[in-house]
């Protein structure tokens, strides 16, 4: 077993990366230096890659004067521990001195390092990971442990650094025309039933969202009992919700209606309403954008979903508010293909009518969050996947772009939570926009991922 230790000065974002490794989205992670606390160790889950991780953060909120020499013997303390490192630098803010200083220790430890320029979203991020070159570390990662970009040149990279686990095995011969063997050869998922599902209900004021909630809830109780009562913290509320026809399931709830207690004066409870839906959706696994369907998909409504989608986060609309439509077949079948139309990088996602009044539609709203909390988990085996993409090349295959021969050889999913696939190939970088689309596409339509935001990478060769 391998442990990987996380270096790097305060605020680069190792607590984010190492949550995201971990799996662990809910710690509260924010701008401020110094927010997180304890030295941290976890199971780190990196596409079929296992392996501990060890985040340095706590010194953090040590006394400033000593600060240096405290964090330094912890990291020192993680460095000899450790059989690689990630050593982490901010790519937005560039190198500092302490970057350097934290660099040169690492170097001297004389263990693989692989060096991650975080916080490389867009194109802001690029001139800074260009910088992290200058640390003499080799070449860096460009990666946003916050928006879970680059990933999968991490995932080669921890491949690289640990040849010994990485080995493949004795019958498959390494050539570059045969798919990368990520090791499943069945279609996966990283579903964990014993976790519970995280939802939240966002939407714009007075949608219905606390009646919709409090339903929920309420049909828990009856059918858990009130002894095995709902508990409330800060943010989330625990229950046991139990379809009619199929097993207990444990959820956890964004608890809008208790940040909304909180809440007192009219200007706090509208600057909150926007923090806290994002609030909601970095929270959530499966977001429900419940509507007004008397006034369905405003614009705050249109930007809720974008968001959801840009967090990756799964998607299911509720029409709340049902009991007051007149013509309901009509009305549905309207408001699905609006929804379809609206938001087409989430296409095919489930749009429930309910009335969160009359306690309508809820079964059904569940089961569809369930549906789509599963799809959002699927990992597809590297051999259908690759399958699909023959075929799918073969009908259209890509352009070439200004006499480049593009050559798409083969593709993988590394992860799940949203589905992640990684193209290899040669010239990738020359892919239009419009062929990539095609892919994603395709992979929606053939492999069911409606309401599930769905990301390619590309790895080229040259
Ligand atoms: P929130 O701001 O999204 O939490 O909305 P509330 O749950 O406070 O509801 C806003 C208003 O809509 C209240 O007057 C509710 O009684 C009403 N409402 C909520 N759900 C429904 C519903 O399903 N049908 C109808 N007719 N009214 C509803």
Same mark, same amino acid.
């Given at each position: 077993?391998?442990?990987?230790?996380?270096?790097?000065?305060?605020?680069?974002?190792?607590?984010?990366?190492?949550?995201?490794?971990?799996?662990?989205?809910?710690?509260?992670?924010?701008?401020?230096?110094?927010?997180?606390?304890?030295?941290?160790?976890?199971?780190?889950?990196?596409?079929?890659?296992?392996?501990?991780?060890?985040?340095? $953060?706590?010194?953090?909120?040590?006394?400033?004067?000593?600060?240096?020499?405290?964090?330094?013997?912890? !990291?020192?303390?993680?460095?000899?521990?450790?059989?690689?490192?990630?050593?982490?630098?901010?790519?937005?803010?560039?190198?500092?001195?302490?970057?350097?200083?934290?660099?040169?220790?690492?170097?001297?430890?004389?263990?693989?390092?692989?060096?991650?320029?975080? @916080?490389?979203?867009?194109?802001?991020?690029?001139?800074? $990971?260009?910088?992290?070159?200058?640390?003499?570390? /080799?070449?860096?990662?460009?990666?946003?442990?916050?928006? /879970?970009?680059?990933?999968?040149?991490? *995932? $080669?990279?921890?491949?690289?650094?640990?040849?010994?686990?990485?080995?493949?095995?004795?019958?498959?011969?390494?050539?570059?025309?045969?798919?990368?063997?990520?090791?499943?050869?069945?279609?996966?998922?990283?579903?964990?039933?014993?976790?519970?599902?995280?939802?939240?209900?966002?939407?714009?004021?007075?949608?219905?969202?606390?009646?919709?909630?409090?339903?929920?809830?309420?049909?828990?109780?009856?059918?858990?009992?009130?002894?095995?009562?709902?508990?409330?913290?800060?943010?989330?509320?625990?229950?046991?919700?139990?379809? %009619?026809?199929?097993?207990?399931?444990?959820?956890?709830?964004?608890?809008?209606?208790?940040?909304?207690?909180?809440?007192?004066?009219?200007?706090?409870?509208?600057?909150?309403?926007?923090?806290?839906?994002?609030?909601?959706? @970095?929270? $959530?696994?499966?977001?429900?954008?419940?509507?007004?369907?008397?006034?369905?998909?405003? @614009?705050?409504?249109?930007?809720?979903?974008?968001?959801?989608?840009?967090?990756?986060?799964?998607?299911?609309?509720?029409?709340?508010?049902?009991?007051?439509?007149?013509?309901?077949?009509?009305?549905?079948?309207?408001?699905?293909?609006?929804?379809?139309?609206?938001?087409?990088?989430?296409?095919?996602?489930?749009?429930?009518?309910?009335?969160?009044?009359?306690?309508? /539609?809820?079964?059904?709203?569940?089961?569809?969050?369930?549906?789509?909390?599963?799809?959002?988990?699927?990992?597809?085996?590297?051999?259908?996947?690759?399958?699909?993409?023959?075929?799918?090349?073969?009908?259209?295959?890509?352009?070439?772009?200004?006499?480049?021969?593009?050559?798409?050889?083969?593709?993988?999913?590394?992860?799940?939570?949203?589905? *992640?696939?990684?193209?290899?190939?040669?010239?990738?970088?020359?892919? %239009?926009?419009?062929?990539?689309?095609?892919?994603?596409?395709?992979?929606?339509?053939?492999?069911?991922?409606?309401?599930?935001?769905?990301?390619?990478?590309?790895? !080229?060769?040259?």
């Amino acid at each position: 077993h391998f442990t990987i230790a996380i270096i790097g000065r305060p605020n680069v974002g190792k607590s984010t990366l190492f949550n995201r490794l971990v799996g662990k989205k809910l710690a509260l992670v924010d701008d401020r230096p110094g927010v997180t606390r304890d030295r941290r160790e976890g199971e780190a889950q990196l596409g079929d890659l296992e392996f501990s991780i060890v985040d340095t $953060a706590g010194l953090e909120q040590s006394d400033p004067d000593s600060l240096t020499g405290r964090m330094r013997a912890q !990291t020192e303390a993680a460095i000899e521990g450790a059989d690689a490192i990630f050593f982490v630098i901010d790519a937005r803010t560039g190198l500092t001195p302490t970057d350097r200083h934290f660099g040169d220790l690492v170097r001297r430890s004389g263990k693989p390092i692989i060096l991650i320029a975080n @916080k490389a979203e867009g194109k802001v991020g690029t001139a800074g $990971a260009y910088e992290a070159f200058d640390l003499g570390l /080799g070449e860096p990662i460009a990666l946003s442990a916050e928006h /879970g970009d680059g990933f999968s040149e991490l *995932y $080669a990279a921890v491949r690289e650094a640990l040849p010994e686990q990485t080995a493949l095995p004795d019958d498959i011969e390494e050539d570059d025309t045969a798919p990368l063997v990520l090791g499943d050869e069945e279609d996966g998922s990283e579903l964990d039933p014993t976790k519970p599902l995280r939802i939240a209900v966002v939407g714009r004021p007075n949608a219905g969202k606390s009646t919709l909630i409090n339903r929920i809830l309420g049909e828990d109780r009856l059918l858990t009992g009130p002894e095995a009562g709902i508990t409330r913290d800060s943010i989330s509320v625990d229950f046991v919700w139990t379809p %009619p026809r199929g097993e207990a399931r444990k959820m956890k709830l964004f608890d809008t209606a208790g940040l909304r207690r909180r809440a007192s004066i009219q200007d706090k409870l509208e600057k909150l309403a926007a923090g806290d839906a994002i609030r909601a959706v @970095k929270f $959530a696994e499966v977001v429900v954008l419940l509507l007004d369907a008397t006034i369905p998909f405003e @614009k705050q409504d249109l930007t809720i979903a974008d968001l959801v989608e840009r967090e990756g986060r799964a998607l299911v609309i509720g029409l709340n508010k049902w009991d007051l439509v007149q013509d309901q077949q009509k009305l549905l079948k309207e408001l699905r293909e609006k929804a379809d139309h609206l938001l087409p990088q989430l296409r095919g996602m489930a749009v429930v009518p309910v009335s969160g009044l009359e306690g309508t /539609g809820i079964d059904k709203l569940m089961a569809a969050i369930l549906r789509v909390h599963e799809l959002w988990n699927k990992r597809l085996s590297t051999g259908r996947l690759n399958r699909w993409l023959e075929g799918a090349i073969e009908r259209t295959p890509p352009p070439a772009v200004s006499g480049r021969r593009i050559k798409i050889r083969y593709m993988t999913q590394p992860k799940a939570r949203p589905p *992640y696939f990684v193209l290899f190939g040669n010239q990738l970088d020359h892919l %239009p926009t419009s062929y990539e689309r095609f892919l994603i596409n395709g992979l929606r339509e053939t492999f069911e991922f409606p309401g599930v935001p769905i990301r390619i990478s590309k790895r !080229t060769s040259s």
